[in-house]
């Protein structure tokens, strides 16, 4: 039996780094209020582990229905020892989930070890993109990306660009990245970035550091890699976000998705793009799926006074960040539309609690 389970505090775990780790509040929240997501792609005869097995029977009922899905067994983690579990499908593998599951009861062997967790922290670091991406690059595209080790790189990344956009190496969506313009800065500004800089730097080794560009749409492609070490394609997701947090899907059919996207760019790049991830991203010894978020920019041109300006164009940024675990992308083609003319959005709303939303353009569902 396979065991599912929902741990959106994932992120957060990686940058803590930490066997036992006490997630914030709204992490916690998301957790409990969303635990039956793995029930849109369980199978009927796996598990899904649950904080309370009856809230997520009643949450669920209504979406797996109208998916013609079975519900499979909801579980709480004192059935855990009970079960004959043989294999674990998580959101995202970390050393305080794996803690957390043999303190719970499963069996060692079916869990990755020490070191294979250390493995898969170091292959979510940021600079997995960035060393991917010089594979990426071809006609048509933009996107360059250095890891700093110390202030004075970042400040050399600064003079050089003139805008940068600084990420720690492991943090949540809509965290850990600061946007820094080198004619607006002032003493107070520098100074809160400059802490924040090696504060970051302390804790988590360095930091990584871009140019900043345009942004006219976000994007991303899903892959899952198996047993073999080979990648596949499962889907493009065109998604929202708002200051970096992520917001919403599009659910569409493949077709419907790719039509949409050649409004900004040729799908001959986005296929020559998905052909290079296949063949180019090595993650040794992880099995299960990941997701790169890209996005559309507005190409820029110097005029003669040396100042930046649009020149019309759309350029791909093929690799803004790998997520080595499963994305709301990937929730997102669980529910793909099997007809082209329908087109819905998946959101993540709040209110007092976390509710997935989904809607017809222009109507409810």
Known sequence: MTLHLFNPEHDIALAAHLAHFTPPHAARQLKADLCWLPALWASADDAVLVENAAYARKASSRRLKLLGRQ???????????????TKVEPWGWDAA??????????PADILPDSALLEQYRQLSH?????????????????GEAVECTTLEQVEDCLKRWGQIVVKSPWSSSGRGVRFCDAARLVNSEELIM?????????????????????????????????????????GLSLFHTKNGAYIGNLLATEQAKREQMARYVSIELLDEIKQRIIDNVHLTDYVGPFGIDMMICAAVQLNDNGKMINDNRCLLHPCVELNLRRTMGH??????????????????ELTDHYKLSIKKLGASA
């Open 71 to 85: 519900t499979p067994q909801f579980i709480e983690r004192q059935q855990l020892a009970q079960l004959n579990i």
């Open 97 to 106: 989930l794996a803690t957390d599951l043999k303190r719970w009861g499963l």
């Open 126 to 142: 940021r600079r997995t993109s960035a060393q991917l991406l010089p594979a990426l690059r071809i006609a048509g595209t933009v």
């Open 194 to 234: 400059n802490n924040w800089v090696r504060n970051v730097i302390k804790a988590q080794g360095s930091v990584m550091v871009e140019p900043y560009y345009n942004k006219v749409k976000d994007f991303g492609m899903e892959f899952e890699v198996d047993k073999d070490g080979k990648v596949h394609y499962l």
């Open 331 to 348: 929730v997102a083609l669980s529910m793909t539309p099997t007809d082209d003319d329908i087109r819905k959005v998946m959101r993540i």
